[in-house]
């Protein structure tokens, strides 16, 4: 039997997320507001923000407009900050935000090998250059969100990454015990997709999909209103769903992935084939205007991804689909056949019935996203992912 003492707390716990929740999607509002959208009583919404505002998690906005219940109230997205760490074979990228993930500072740190130990001792050494670039103390700092290409653990470790060549690395706890912070790690699109459900375009909208495309394709799927990772945290592959039966080999092993047609690397070793070697993916979107095999390939590429995100809609029926990724850049060369064959393909209603939006892509999007992880934490609404340590939050 439960005593009331747990209930109590649990309660606690739940107000808490609520009352963050709705600023963060509607803020600011006053404590009345607060009440009737969250149907929690005035007495409880009192209880929680005074709890909120002690914490300096909350702040009061515009004295002038109201007094008491009726001043608004809202999250204190200045007053506690996130490193983001996106993880690649040759080194990573470092942002420093605050809690809505506005990016106040960069910096890339190189490695000759990308062994977990490399790996930590870049980590901390970004995080320490950020916080004392900033003059922040460390207990300014929520903690360190980690995006790695790979598979990621209940506790934060990697299980698999092909592109690191990792297996079982208990990476969270290896840069938690270097940067004395706490540390979450998820998979880079997933961590990608946690920050546009968080603050993005996707903060409205309760079920939907955010595609990156670029080195690889994939997929996070927001699914009532929480990330969904499957029985070992290995959802939304996107780019491994069959797109030729028998096709191009792929970089999982097996043959005909989408990934074998449509991501940047594909797209070079096709216009290859066809002749025209070039060094690497931004030349390609570089000589895209120019060169009619290229938008030929490109198109092709556009067309597959149509077809596998329509299938993947017929699956889901998601309100909203974002694309991110550098592979953005390629614009409507790619864009136009995917609306096209999305449209053709899709089952629910007529053409542009669901909006694709486009993300406009900068180089820190994947470590800001990776810096929502530790956002995540302070609206309380993740239940999969243990830090490594015991959050201050
Ligand atoms: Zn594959």
Redesign the pocket.
Known sequence: MRSQKVDQRAARVIHRALVLNELRRCGPLSRSQLSERTQLSPAAVSFVTADLLEEDLLIERDHHTGRGRAIPLDVNYAGHFAVGLKIMESGLEAVLTDLSLQVLATLTVTYSDHTPASVTAAAAQATAALLGGAGLPRERLGGVGLGLPGTIGPHGTCLTSYRLGWRDVPITDLISQATGVPVWADNDVNAFATAERLVGRGKHARDFLVVTLGRGIGAGLILNGELYRGGRGGAG?L??LLSEPGGRP?????LG????YASEPSLLRQLAEAGRALPDAASFARQLPHDPAAQAITAAAGERLGRALAQTANLLDPDLIIVGGEGVRLGDTLFTPLRRALDRHLHAAGPGTLPVLIEPWGDDAWARGAAGLVTEQFFGDSTLHQPARASPA
Request: a negative charge; charged letters at 35%.
């Open positions: 592959e780019g491994h792929c970089e999982c092993g097996k992935c989408l990934e074998a």
